[in-house]
């Protein structure tokens, strides 16, 4: 009777399309036959951002000379088309190109003039998860923390897209990248630039991280400024995070040393600012407070400074946020930002923000910030969700605080 039962499953199998794939796919769950859709090594395959970001500066015009009062808001769509190639052990291969179309609410009408273009690859070797992408791929793609100390909310907003290569490992306990961004190519004014930055933490218990941040950028010639002027910035730190002994959802510290190296080489002298950056955070209910604190010399010397053209190096140089990093004009003093913040968690593949914080520069009150935002990934709907992604913060926002 057992054999009769299987016979007529197996010939329904063979006779019915339909119930062909569902019963093949059963037999190769149950006696370990491969199914017909895990022998296809070729599909076709998509993704889709969505970022709407408002972001509401109120800064006292006695402010940070660099610090200019005003507000980014608009709306990124990012569609992809590509093929996708299974090798099983050597790895899955994806070939995307795709559209950035970008409005700035209130501004010029959507521009939809970049297009992005990338490679990407993935594997799984023993513990470690390796991911590389090369081309022309979103900023969100990263999978960092990175500090303000390091990119500002204006690089990240205007400069969504980054040109080079990107290298990721996750670990069980562990996540790494670094990435190169190719962002100035050698013309009459614009200058030949690139930047390299990276990010690390490694769990060495659960209430224990070790990690670092930093960047290391390369502003050179152009045919009529000359000079080159490197700006690298590096934050070592150590986070303490006793949320799993409580009930609330984080309540951490983090801590650290912010060095930077920078020279000028048309001349012999160099700057060497530090300072040291101290970060807490308590949630709950999905509500939350964070403060940074940064006290030490100002990152930004050469802000006032002028190239050889007599043009101020400013912001054009530095990618940093003034609201943290201290005015050049002011050599040593604090900087601080506390946020009250709304974060729900909404899935993986959506992310939910609102805030409001409170800054403080050179030691006194210069204004208020408000923004939220809203982050659609879609190649994030059913992935199975990492160790190394439950290991780190519940979500990760392209505007960190």
């Not at 009459?188 to 769990?203: D, I, K, L």
Request: hydrophobic share 40%.
């Amino acid at each position: 009777m057992r054999r009769f039962l299987l016979l007529v499953l197996l010939s329904l199998s063979v006779s019915v399309p339909g119930a062909a794939q569902g019963l093949e796919d059963f037999f190769g769950e149950f006696f370990g036959f491969p199914s017909r859709t895990e022998r296809k090594p070729f599909s076709f395959t998509g993704d889709l951002l969505f970022d709407w970001t408002f972001l509401n500066d109120e800064i006292r015009p006695e402010g940070p000379e660099g610090l200019v009062s005003g507000t980014m808001a608009g709306a990124r769509l990012t569609p992809f088309a590509g093929i996708k190639v299974d090798g099983g052990k050597a790895g899955v291969h994806r070939i995307l190109g795709g559209m950035d179309i970008f409005k700035e609410f209130g501004g010029d009408p959507v521009l939809a003039g970049e297009v992005l273009l990338y490679y990407r690859y993935d594997n799984r070797f023993g513990n470690t998860e390796f991911s590389a992408l090369a081309g022309c791929f979103p900023r969100l793609k990263t999978g960092g923390d990175y500090d303000r100390m390091v990119l500002s909310d204006e690089v990240r907003f205007y400069d969504n897209n980054l040109d080079g290569l990107l290298l990721q490992f996750r670990r069980p306990r562990s996540f790494y990248e670094i990435c190169l961004d190719w962002n100035g190519k050698y013309g009459v004014e614009r200058r030949e630039e690139f930047n390299v930055f990276t990010y690390g933490e490694s769990a060495l218990l659960d209430w224990l991280k070790l990690g670092w941040e930093g960047m290391f950028h390369h502003y050179a010639n152009s045919v009529v400024a000359k000079g080159v002027v490197d700006d690298h910035v590096l934050n070592p730190w150590v986070a303490f995070d006793f949320s799993s002994r409580t009930r609330l959802q984080a309540l951490s510290v983090k801590a650290g040393p912010v060095l930077s190296y920078q020279r000028d080489r048309r001349y012999k002298e160099f700057e060497l600012p530090w300072g040291f950056l101290v970060t807490t955070d308590v949630r709950n209910w999905s509500f939350g407070i964070r403060n940074d604190l940064y006290y030490g010399w100002s990152m930004v010397p050469y802000f006032y400074k002028t190239d050889s053209t007599g043009s101020r190096f400013g912001t054009d140089l530095y990618m940093r946020s003034m609201k943290i990093a201290l005015d050049t004009g002011y050599d040593g003093g604090l900087a601080d930002i506390l946020s009250f913040y709304w974060a729900p968690r909404l899935g993986e593949f959506l992310s939910v923000r609102v805030n409001c914080e409170l800054l403080f520069n050179r030691g006194s009150y210069i204004g208020m910030d408000q923004y939220g935002t809203l982050v659609f990934d879609l190649e994030n709907i059913g992935k199975r969700r990492s160790s190394a992604r439950g290991r780190r913060n519940p979500q990760t926002f392209q505007y960190s605080l």
